[in-house]
């Protein structure tokens, strides 16, 4: 066996760090949903969360040939729906990882580049960091901006 981490294991590990926010969030203020964390369309915690879990919606679906919503599409108007967002794009992309096969070349959509021929393994390993990426990006708005403005415990 090859050393390393599998995308089960990795979107295990997703799935649990998905967990501890709705929890760690169910227990702050509002405001805490609304500290800064980008620009634009990820301006904060709350709307970086719905990008991060939106496009594994949307990559998810794409992996399984569903069509693909756009963020217009779906509504998370509070942290329920929210989460149940992120389980819905979670699922989609664990059962990607047990049922297709990843090799498969299929044509991928691009915004700047047209339509590329690549493998749903690359679409899956897309999803796997731009997830952690962006949910990086999410503690220290928390506990840089949080702590100091409303004073809550992290972790």
């Not at 980008?38 to 970086?48: H, K």
């Not at 580049?113 to 731009?130: W, Y």
Request: proline content about 5%.
């Amino acid at each position: 066996m090859e050393p390393g981490i599998s995308f089960r294991e990795l979107l295990g590990w997703i799935g649990s760090e998905t967990t501890r926010y709705e929890r760690w969030f169910a227990t702050q203020p509002a405001a805490a949903w609304t500290v800064p964390a980008g620009e634009d369309r990820v301006a904060t915690v709350r709307d970086l969360l719905f990008h991060t879990y939106f496009v594994d919606l949307r990559l998810g679906r794409y992996l399984h040939g569903e069509p693909v919503p756009s963020p217009t599409d779906i509504s998370a108007p509070d942290a329920a729906a929210l989460f149940a967002l992120a389980r819905a794009g979670q699922g989609l992309l664990a059962n990607a990882v047990a049922t297709i096969d990843l090799d498969q070349m299929i044509g991928y959509q691009t915004k700047a580049h047209g339509v590329l021929r690549i493998s749903r393994r690359k679409i899956l390993a897309h999803s796997v960091t731009h997830h952690i990426r962006h949910t990086a990006q999410v503690a220290p708005c928390c506990a840089s901006t949080v702590l100091r403005l409303i004073g809550c415990m992290i972790c």
